[in-house]
């Protein structure tokens, strides 16, 4: 099938069915494409709102004044780092749907293009949970730098079980389909 070729026992379909489901290809390459995209902005906003967060937070770090103003943006850093993992899992949900659409309707078309791609699954999304980790840990030890080990260690648990929970939520949402 590498030359795009129905193999011997299935057959093209006719030239009206075949326009159809091109035009539905196109369609569902489109939409992968719109949720690959938006989840790359989504995570690019992301880092530039972190930046500014961390320069504000970090300029006011050692003003006792300003502690509560400093908590509440490592608290917000924090949640953003939740929520952009969700949304970035979510996101990542659609355009394989979409994808395996695009599979689906290649396999009907007789083409190939696309269908053999050597990807190490969801390396991609390991590695953004991996960071959001990281900056979530260093959102936690601010605040414990910030308010002493018992407080600290208490606020930023919290807001790291909230997200850790709100994403389990979701992917027992994904899971029951």
């Given at each position: 099938?590498?030359?795009?070729?129905?193999?011997?026992s299935v057959q093209?379909?006719?030239?009206?069915?075949?326009?159809?489901?091109?035009?539905?290809?196109?369609?569902?390459?489109?939409?992968?494409?719109?949720?690959?995209?938006?989840?790359?902005?989504?995570?690019?906003?992301?880092w530039v709102a972190?930046?500014?967060?961390?320069?504000?937070?970090?300029?006011?770090?050692?003003?006792?004044?300003?502690?509560?103003?400093?908590?509440?943006?490592?608290?917000?850093?924090?949640?953003?780092?939740?929520?952009?993992?969700?949304?970035?899992?979510?996101?990542?949900?659609?355009?394989?749907?979409?994808?395996?659409?695009?599979?689906?309707?290649?396999?009907?078309?007789?083409?190939?293009?696309?269908?053999?791609?050597?990807?190490?699954?969801?390396?991609?999304?390991?590695?953004?949970?991996?960071?959001?980790?990281?900056?979530?840990?260093?959102?936690?030890?601010?605040?414990?730098?910030?308010?002493?080990?018992?407080?600290?260690?208490?606020?930023?648990?919290?807001?790291?079980?909230?997200?850790?929970?709100?994403?389990?939520?979701?992917?027992?949402?994904?899971?029951?389909?």
């Amino acid at each position: 099938m590498s030359d795009g070729q129905c193999p011997s026992s299935v057959q093209p379909p006719p030239r009206q069915e075949r326009d159809a489901l091109l035009m539905e290809y196109q369609c569902a390459q489109h939409s992968a494409h719109h949720y690959d995209n938006l989840g790359w902005q989504a995570i690019n906003v992301f880092w530039v709102a972190m930046g500014i967060l961390i320069y504000v937070g970090f300029q006011h770090l050692s003003s006792e004044k300003l502690e509560w103003h400093v908590t509440v943006l490592a608290i917000l850093a924090i949640s953003m780092a939740g929520f952009i993992w969700i949304a970035s899992r979510l996101l990542r949900s659609l355009k394989l749907q979409a994808y395996k659409k695009c599979d689906c309707l290649a396999s009907l078309l007789c083409t190939s293009a696309y269908r053999h791609v050597d990807y190490p699954e969801g390396a991609q999304s390991k590695l953004l949970g991996f960071v959001i980790i990281i900056v979530a840990v260093l959102w936690s030890l601010v605040l414990r730098s910030l308010w002493g080990s018992c407080w600290g260690i208490l606020v930023s648990t919290f807001c790291i079980l909230v997200w850790v929970l709100l994403w389990l939520y979701f992917e027992y949402c994904r899971s029951k389909g």
